[in-house]
């Protein structure tokens, strides 16, 4: 069918014109063609940016952006980045907001301690992986839990006596795949290596964070 209407195309000088009736057989393998040239740049186009892991041991001027709340209604954000508080204040899962999330999207939120022993740089002590948020949740101003699936339940500040103070990193990453996303666990919470957890990962970011500080 295709080959018979060749004839359709005229030349004039080294220009092709196609006549009026161009068949159907054309636009479907020319949006075949379409698909397989376009499709792969799409994919890479949407490919999440990371950030360096390094770079959110430097301090609050990296960790913006993500507020939390403890049950009893201490709150950490940009305002209070590294504050100091007592380990009872968030014995509980506190509520993670951040205003900017695209509602049609999904989130993941890590809670890491790079001071835990034995203090090896890039690895963390894990204390949660809750995955497949809806950022409708985080956008919401009333509510009392962050809506998720946790891979690693929320493990609460437990310092060691005499380990010093300990920096708690709070990290929201945005899931490029939506709620599709399925994070291998971590089979131990101590020695967590962020890096290479994060290796392979459609995760973007991260793009909001915030982090206290707790002493035994």
């Known amino acids: ?36 040239l376009i499709e792969p740049a799409h994919s890479i186009l949407y490919q999440c940016s990371m950030v360096d892991v390094k770079s959110l041991l430097e301090g609050c001027d990296r960790l913006v952006g993500l507020n939390i709340t403890s049950v009893g209604g201490t709150m ?13 204040v968030f014995i509980e899962e506190p509520l993670y907001q951040y205003g900017f999330a695209d509602s049609k999207k999904f989130y993941s939120i890590l809670m890491v301690d790079p001071d835990a022993p034995p203090q090896i740089e890039g690895e963390f002590y ?8 809806p950022g409708v949740g985080l956008k919401a101003k009333e509510t009392s839990k962050t809506v998720g699936i946790d891979y690693r339940g929320y493990k609460p500040p437990t310092p060691s006596r005499g380990s010093g103070m300990h920096r708690y990193l709070n990290l929201l990453y945005e899931q490029a795949d939506g709620n599709n996303f399925l994070p291998s666990v971590p089979s131990s ?25 707790v002493q035994y």
Request: one cysteine or more; proline letters at 5%.
């Open 126 to 133: 894990l204390h949660m992986i809750k995955s497949n948020i």
């Open 76 to 88: 950490v954000n940009d305002h209070n980045c590294d504050v100091l508080l007592p380990k009872q």
């Open 1 to 36: 069918m295709f080959l018979e209407d060749l004839p359709q195309f005229l030349a004039v000088g080294s220009v092709s014109v196609a006549l009026p009736c161009i068949c159907a057989e054309f636009f479907t393998i020319s949006y075949l063609l379409f698909l397989i």
């Open 189 to 213: 919470r101590s020695r967590f290596h962020l890096t290479n957890w994060l290796r392979g990962k459609n995760l973007c970011g991260p793009i909001a964070a915030t982090q206290f500080r």
